[in-house]
């Protein structure tokens, strides 16, 4: 199973990019597929997941929107509003499970595959 993520790169604040996640060996169609990022320094947090429903960190709320193909195997996550804060590496993550728990949407460890990220630069 492959998750390859794409579309980072560097921008200036203000600006937009659209990461994708292509899956390979694997379906979540009925599944959970999410969006994680890491900032030098700091810990994995949540930033968007698509289960049951649609779910955004309250950072990134308003700015960043998460969608699939009508296949449901390719992930995106369209990133407008971009702000220096939003600099990280970007995972892509999929699990078989939908969750009845929203707070689990946020949780890493509930994700049982990884991509290898997607290096976002945001500049002031």
């Known amino acids: 199973v492959q998750l390859q993520a794409s579309g980072g790169g560097l921008v200036q604040s203000g600006g937009s990019l659209k990461l994708s996640c292509a899956v390979s060996g694997h379906t979540f169609k009925r599944g959970t597929m999410g969006w994680f990022r890491q900032a030098p320094g700091k810990e994995r947090e949540f930033v968007a997941a698509?289960?049951?429903?649609?779910y955004y960190s309250d950072s990134v709320r308003d700015r960043f929107s998460i969608s699939r193909d009508s296949d449901r195997n390719t992930l995106y996550l369209q990133m407008n509003s971009l702000k220096p804060e939003d600099t990280a590496v970007y995972y892509c993550?999929?699990?078989?499970?939908?969750?009845?728990?929203?707070?689990?949407?946020?949780?890493?460890?509930?994700?049982?595959?990884w991509g290898q990220g997607t290096e976002v630069t945001v500049s002031s």
């Open positions: 993550a999929g699990d078989d499970r939908t969750f009845n728990t929203r707070s689990y949407y946020f949780q890493a460890q509930r994700y049982y595959y």
């Open positions: 698509d289960g049951r429903g649609k």
